[in-house]
């Protein structure tokens, strides 16, 4: 029962349902998924080693509420897993994942080209974990689902996406290239780069909504009973 609630609250953390700082409602969730409080309270504790939630005593299940720093880390781990993945796949030349990765490269550019930012985007998704599975190693693809988790939901949470052109596709031609022609160094060196350009615009865009906008400034008191008063003299100058 927990394997069964686990994906379904953490789709809900992730995109943004729960919001960092909320508190999970026990009593709504039990309702809403049909169970008791054990198999939830267990779904928990699996969403807390994951690190979307904190258990706090006497409180409850709280979304984690990760700040810039913390962002740049989980992207520091996900380029450097990335990296691994591609300079493996160079190096083994996986005959099905290179067609797969191919498939899907062209496919990225059609819907650039139509402008379909939702098909781009899950594309987008899908070439990078095509990658890491090619690499056939069971804790790389284990470790990156993980990480992934809080790069989607960072991605949901303030809208951070690399910027949506034909370019956009492009960015990733370095890297089918260079794995296509064994070049394993420069495959990982290109998948690096091409992350450390999504970190940065991430990380910026994350920046710019957290600034506060500088605040209206109200009328001074008394400027309103001011003009009041002029509007006044100038009668009574008038009538004179």
Not at 56 to 71: K, L, N, W
């Given at each position: 029962?927990?394997?069964?609630?686990?994906?379904?609250?953490?789709?809900?953390?992730?995109e943004?349902?729960?919001?960092?700082?909320?508190?999970?409602?026990?009593?709504?969730?039990?309702?809403?998924?049909?169970?008791?409080?054990?198999?939830?309270?267990?779904?928990?504790?699996?969403?807390?080693a994951?690190?979307?939630?904190?258990l706090?005593?006497?409180?409850?299940?709280?979304?984690?509420?990760?700040?810039?720093?913390?962002?740049?880390?989980?992207?520091?781990?996900?380029?450097?897993?990335e990296?691994?993945?591609?300079?493996?796949?160079?190096?083994?030349?996986?005959?099905?994942?290179?067609?797969?990765?191919?498939?899907?490269?062209?496919?990225?550019?059609?819907?650039?080209?139509?402008?379909?930012?939702?098909?781009?985007?899950?594309?987008?998704?899908?070439?990078?974990?095509?990658?890491?599975?090619g690499?056939?190693?069971r804790?790389?693809?284990?470790l990156?689902?993980?990480?992934?988790?809080?790069?989607?939901?960072?991605?949901?949470?303030?809208?951070?996406?690399e910027?949506?052109?034909?370019?956009?596709?492009?960015?990733?031609?370095?890297?089918?290239?260079?794995?296509?022609?064994e070049?394993?160094?420069?495959?990982?060196?290109?998948?690096?780069?091409?992350?450390?350009?999504?970190?940065?615009?991430?990380?910026?865009?994350?920046?710019?909504?957290?600034?506060?906008?500088?605040?209206?400034?109200?009328?001074?008191?008394?400027?309103?009973?001011t003009?009041?008063?002029?509007r006044?003299a100038?009668?009574?100058?008038?009538?004179?």
């Open positions: 029962m927990p394997d069964q609630i686990l994906p379904l609250l953490r789709k809900d953390i992730v943004n349902r729960w919001k960092s700082g909320d508190r999970l409602p026990e009593p709504q969730l039990c309702k809403e998924f049909g169970v008791s409080r054990t198999p939830l309270r267990d779904a928990f504790k699996m969403l807390e994951e690190g979307l939630i904190r706090i005593p006497h409180v409850g299940a709280v979304v984690t509420d990760p700040d810039a720093a913390e962002v740049g880390e989980t992207m520091d781990i996900l380029i450097g897993l990296q691994l993945a591609a300079t493996r796949v160079a190096q083994l030349q996986p005959l099905e994942v290179l067609a797969e990765m191919e498939r899907i490269y062209r496919a990225m550019q059609l819907a650039a080209e139509q402008n379909d930012a939702v098909r781009y985007y899950a594309l987008n998704d899908d070439f990078h974990l095509c990658i890491v599975r690499t056939g190693n804790s790389l693809v284990d990156h689902e993980k990480v992934m988790w809080h790069v989607h939901r960072e991605r949901h949470r303030a809208n951070a996406v910027p949506f052109t034909v370019e956009s596709a492009d960015s990733h031609y370095d890297v089918v290239c260079a794995i296509r022609a070049l394993a160094e420069e495959a990982g060196l290109a998948i690096r780069a091409h992350l450390e350009n999504v970190s940065r615009i991430m990380l910026a865009r994350r920046l710019v909504q957290n600034t506060p906008r500088p605040a209206v400034p109200e009328p001074r008191r008394g400027s309103a009973s003009k009041a008063a002029g006044k100038r009668a009574a100058t008038a009538r004179v």
